[in-house]
């Protein structure tokens, strides 16, 4: 028997806004800025493994975030027993946003759609959607075998990409030059997809489509972006460029540098118009979105769109470099607030360094001590620590990363080279 969603018609409004499935540091992070503002609904993995302080009971609801089932009852029970009526609904991670969607409807709490949301998360049904209304985008399509891979890239004439048709960043992404390329890159995937059956983030919606996606391989430098957009409008809360690594994992951001100016070939107008109709194409309405996109003979190429900021280092930089708090932002733009925020002119451009392993092994040695004597660095962050285990991708997207640096580049220097001789300055020996 389906339980009955809260009678919250006889509870007041909380100041509480409901975040869905969001990590330990991030909960952290919202506690500290915005004491009593959230309720957070976590999974017990996460919980388990933490390093942060364990909210209080009445603050956070442990259960398993796969089982919808578990979570309604997990839910209905606390805000009874709490009195609350929660203020809105908030996800910062992708794999918990349609999980968000369902709640904020059995709650009747505004959030974006469940079928906005699936728009999102299937990369080939975004693309789809962004050229129905004359936007563009990379030529995709669904492939079910190396050898649909092998056709798609002959079709094209030219070298592909290969990726899940969920996931985010660039686990499990490869650019495929030619048809060898492509079969062992499409069994990678398959094989990939497969050991993470269990991952929130790969469950597919159709089980029986394929799920893998092959696309046109854009040149270009690209860009992320955080907006809102409400009431038909859309505006800028940041624009980076992402600063790639010409070694490693196809697509992976070394960095990202943080500047209130636009790319000169972009206008500022068509962008903003680009924004609006790219987040109205996949149907939302009202949300702070996140998009990625290439810029490619002055034309802007979507690539990516999620109803959620930008994660990885982009809020610490941006808290660091601006002094805005993007976490706080979006729980008041999802409790109804209103958001009024613009990028300061005057700032200096910032970047986001990721660190990362050249190999595999047991962490022996982590010292920091040179990066930090550099004068441009104004931030560093470890998020591993002698004696972990690191595992190089594919086979682990997670560990190899080392944490970050947040510094003020200097002017007329390349910040991809700046990048790489800062980076060779964190010591790191495997065991």
């Known amino acids: 028997m389906r339980p009955r969603p809260p009678r919250r018609w006889l509870v007041p409004l909380s100041p509480r806004v409901l975040v869905v499935g969001t990590t330990p540091?991030?909960?952290?992070?919202?506690?500290?800025?915005?004491?009593?503002?959230?309720?957070?609904?976590?999974?017990?993995?996460?919980?388990?493994g933490a390093q942060e302080p364990c909210?209080?009971?009445?603050?956070?609801?442990?259960?398993?975030?796969?089982?919808?089932?578990?979570?309604?009852?997990?839910?209905?029970?606390?805000?009874?027993?709490?009195?609350?009526?929660?203020?809105?609904?908030?996800?910062?991670?992708?794999?918990?946003?349609?999980?968000?969607?369902?709640?904020?409807?059995?709650?009747?709490?505004?959030?974006?759609?469940?079928?906005a949301v699936a728009n999102c998360r299937d990369k080939f049904?975004?693309?789809?959607?962004?050229?129905?209304?004359?936007?563009?985008c990379p030529k995709s399509r669904r492939v079910g075998s190396a050898a649909d891979a092998v056709k798609f890239s002959h079709d094209l004439g030219a070298p592909c990409v290969l990726k899940p048709i969920s996931g985010s960043g660039s686990e499990l992404i490869f650019r495929c030059a030619s048809a060898r390329a492509c079969e062992t890159r499409f069994?990678?995937?398959?094989?990939?997809?497969?050991?993470?059956?269990?991952n929130r983030l790969y469950q597919p919606r159709r089980p029986d489509a394929p799920q893998i996606l092959a696309e046109e391989w854009v040149d270009g430098e690209e860009f992320?972006?955080?907006?809102?957009?409400?009431?038909?409008?859309?505006?800028?809360?940041r624009l980076t460029r992402k600063i790639l690594a010409s070694n490693g994992p196809f697509g992976t951001a070394r960095g990202y540098l943080l500047s209130a100016a636009l790319p000169a070939e972009v206008d500022h107008d068509s962008l903003l118009q680009t924004l609006c109709r790219s987040a109205a194409a996949l149907g939302l309405e009202r949300a702070i979105c996140m998009l990625d996109f290439k810029v490619q003979d002055g034309q802007i190429v979507l690539l990516e769109l999620a109803p959620r900021p930008g994660g990885d280092c982009l809020p610490f930089?941006?808290?660091?470099?601006?002094?805005?708090?993007i976490l706080g932002l979006h729980l008041d733009f999802c409790a109804g607030r209103p958001v009024d925020f613009t990028p300061p002119a005057d700032a200096r451009p910032c970047l986001g360094l990721r660190l990362h392993a050249r190999q595999s092994g047991i962490l022996k040695k982590l010292e920091p001590?040179?990066?930090?004597?550099?004068p441009r660095v104004r931030d560093i962050h470890l998020a591993r620590k002698p004696g972990e285990?690191?595992?190089?991708p594919p086979a682990d997207y997670d560990s190899w990363l080392l944490g970050y640096v947040i510094f003020e580049p200097d002017a007329g220097l390349d910040p991809a080279v700046q990048c790489r001789t800062l980076a060779a300055k964190l010591v790191v020996e495997m065991a």
């Open 25 to 48: 540091d991030y909960i952290d992070w919202i506690r500290q800025s915005r004491p009593d503002r959230a309720l957070f609904l976590t999974d017990r993995v996460l919980r388990r």
């Open 55 to 115: 909210p209080a009971p009445a603050e956070e609801i442990l259960c398993d975030l796969s089982d919808h089932r578990q979570v309604r009852l997990a839910l209905q029970g606390h805000l009874q027993r709490e009195a609350l009526r929660p203020a809105g609904v908030a996800a910062y991670d992708c794999e918990s946003m349609e999980l968000a969607a369902r709640l904020a409807g059995e709650l009747g709490l505004a959030y974006p759609s469940v079928q």
């Open 125 to 136: 049904a975004a693309k789809a959607l962004w050229e129905q209304n004359g936007l563009r």
């Open 187 to 198: 069994e990678t995937i398959a094989r990939g997809l497969q050991q993470r059956r269990s």
């Open 224 to 237: 992320s972006c955080d907006f809102w957009v409400e009431n038909g409008r859309a505006s800028i809360i």
């Open 317 to 325: 930089l941006l808290r660091r470099c601006w002094g805005l708090d």
């Open 369 to 374: 001590h040179l990066l930090a004597q550099d």
């Open 389 to 392: 285990r690191v595992r190089m």
